[in-house]
């Protein structure tokens, strides 16, 4: 599931920062979407390296430090695109604008399976 999450963010305007060793990933999304980027947080669970934090009317989540960010920085659009899964095109779908996950928007089963 991180994974997923960390593709489709790439696609939707995530970008990896540092150098080769050191390297992370910095997620922001505008601040009226502190659900959604709560959602990312804990679904990044240890490799996220602190809380969403607000910054320049932003919300930003960075990473910490991992390898595998080192692998990641070297694909683009089409080989990012041929490793995602229905989850990783849907959150790439939420950050261009094109599909938002609301809560009542599932049945019951489908919430659970979602959005927890």
Not at 54 to 59: E, F, P, T
Request: with cysteine; net charge positive; charged share 30%.
């Amino acid at each position: 599931m991180q994974l997923q999450v960390i593709l489709g963010s790439m696609l939707g305007g995530a970008r990896i920062r540092g150098a080769r060793g050191t390297r992370r990933l910095v997620i922001r999304h505008g601040s009226a979407r502190w659900t959604y980027v709560r959602w990312k947080y804990e679904r990044l669970g240890a490799l996220a390296d602190a809380a969403p934090r607000s910054r320049s009317g932003s919300l930003e989540i960075e990473t910490i430090p991992h390898p595998l960010f080192d692998d990641l920085a070297r694909l683009r659009g089409e080989e990012l695109r041929d490793r995602l899964t229905p989850l990783g095109l849907a959150v790439w779908l939420c950050d261009v604008g094109r599909l938002e996950l609301e809560r009542d928007s599932f049945l019951p089963a489908q919430r659970d399976v979602a959005l927890s």
